[in-house]
């Protein structure tokens, strides 16, 4: 059956109708998935969000992600001048003034040799060395002094410096025809330490390794305990302790002062001493006051060895014949150094027939000493006074002698003694005032050793055991 034409061409203007009502029909957002209508919602905010920031991520990680590619050359430029503060007056006056150069002396180096490192004309250092007190000082430098130039830009020395000792500093102002001198004192501190220490291996790497001076090791064995202990047997943990002054400057150490006290313990036994000023005179005693400089030395040399003993009756070396050897020979070569025994004044000096070149002292109550076999005398002449430890003379083997040796007599009121086992008189304690001063002076040193010695020599000890419980007496 066939449509009618009119029914046909009905049917294809509705379709056309249709169609061109949903072509131009507006599209509502609910029927999109996430579609924009020109206001985003919260979700979209957030999605955005996380998309940039993964972005700049990338871009820091990646490197050259956000480079612009291309020939750089044919990036435009641009410059732009920044007005920058001005340099604070101070500030510009040190940088015009900072020009000071410190130098130190080598190993060798004279004072031209350094002028002429520094390119200072050897002029302007003669017209320096003229100036009073400077040449004694500057043409006898130690290697690491320090010495300044002001040096500017112009290369003049315009300021050179220089110390005159720990405490003053010298700044001499080089002008054309005059130089103008301006002494600086230079405030230094004082600090009472304590070093102490155990014997490895010497006494002097110990001391050494716990910060004493060599100065101060001297005063520790030739004025401190000298009469009490050898230390020539010295032993494997012996202990020391000394309180002692360093000087500061700016910060800085620059020397060790006196020796205020000091314990060396040895044996099983503790020997100290303290530094105290009586009567103008300077020493060092027992913490009971007693002073530690015994009236007489048993040894006029040093570690010298005993040739020949005191004795009633010896063959003489030179003679052949018996006789009494009232004296103590000891064993040294010539030239060696021969101390006083004692405070004394010269009773003789001369040649004495089979003694040789001579010396008597004279030490007051009675107490006399001879020196013989002399290779020359020192600088003292009879009637001289002569303090303990000062050089008298030389070892040699004037007179009758078959070696160089010193031949040493001790007497007292006329009668021979010998030196090396007579009892010494005993020195004066002290007393009253002086004693209660000296107690003062000391005691805070004193607990500063032990407060030391008590941190680093402290032992742990042993527990106690543990004591049984007592039987219970109605078991």
């Known amino acids: 059956m066939t449509a009618a034409p009119g029914h046909d061409q009905d049917r294809r203007q509705r379709l056309k109708d249709l169609r061109e009502a949903a072509l131009h029909r507006p599209v509502l957002a609910r029927h999109l998935s996430d579609g924009f209508n020109g206001r985003w919602s919260r979700r979209q905010w957030v999605q955005a969000s996380l998309f940039a920031t ?13 480079a612009v590619h291309g020939d750089p050359a044919q990036a435009p430029r641009q410059s732009m001048a920044l007005a920058l503060p001005p340099l604070p007056q101070a500030r510009a006056h040190e940088q015009a003034d900072d020009s000071w150069q410190v130098v130190r002396v080598q190993s060798g180096e004279t004072l031209g040799a350094l002028f002429e490192r520094m390119g200072v004309p050897a002029s302007t250092m003669y017209r320096i060395l003229e100036q009073p007190g400077a040449k004694q000082l500057l043409t006898r430098l130690r290697p690491g002094t320090e010495l300044g130039f002001d040096l500017p830009a112009d290369g003049q020395l315009r300021t050179f410096r220089f110390d005159r000792d720990p405490t003053h500093r010298v700044e001499l102002a080089i002008g054309a025809d005059t130089i103008t ?11 009472t330490v304590v070093a102490s220490g155990e014997i490895s291996s010497s006494l002097y790497a110990s001391a050494r390794k716990a910060g004493l001076s060599p100065s101060a090791i001297a005063t520790l064995t030739d004025d401190i305990f000298q009469y009490d202990i050898d230390f020539t047997d010295a032993q494997k943990g012996d202990r020391f302790s000394v309180v002692y002054e360093q000087l500061w400057r700016e910060g800085e150490r620059i020397g060790t002062g006196e020796v205020a006290a000091a314990t060396f313990t040895t044996g099983g036994k503790t020997f100290s001493g303290f530094r ?21 030395i048993r040894m006029p040399i040093p570690y010298a060895r005993v040739t020949s003993g005191f004795t009633k009756a010896r063959k003489h070396p ?16 010539t030239g060696t150094p021969i101390h006083a025994a004692g405070d004394a004044r010269v009773k003789f000096v001369g040649w004495k027939s ?15 000493t ?30 009758l002698a078959t070696g160089p040796h010193l031949h040493y007599e001790f007497r007292i009121n006329g009668v021979h003694r010998n030196p090396l086992t007579v009892t010494m008189p005993p020195p004066e304690p ?19 050793i032990q407060q030391v010695e008590k941190i680093m020599y402290a032992k742990v000890e042993p527990a106690a055991p543990a004591k049984p419980p007592k039987a219970d007496k109605k078991a």
């Open 54 to 66: 993964l972005g700049m991520l990338v871009a820091s990680i990646v490197p050259g992600f956000d």
């Open 354 to 368: 089979g003694y040789g070149r001579t010396i008597v002292l004279d030490h007051g109550r009675g107490y006399t």
């Open 181 to 191: 001198e301006q002494v600086i004192e230079r405030p230094t501190e004082s600090r």
């Open 318 to 333: 030179v003679l052949g014949r018996t006789r009494r050897h009232d004296g103590v020979d000891y064993g040294a070569g």
């Open 370 to 399: 001879l020196y013989a076999h002399m290779s020359r005398f020192g600088k003292y002449k009879r009637g001289s006074s002569i303090k303990q430890g000062t050089v008298i003379g030389y070892v040699g083997s004037s007179g």
């Open 276 to 296: 105290f000023e009586h009567d103008g005179k300077v020493g060092y005693y027992t913490a009971d006051g007693r002073p530690l400089k015994k009236a007489f």
């Open 430 to 448: 002290l007393k009253g005032a002086a004693l209660v001063a000296f107690r003062a002076q000391t005691a805070p040193a004193l607990a500063r």
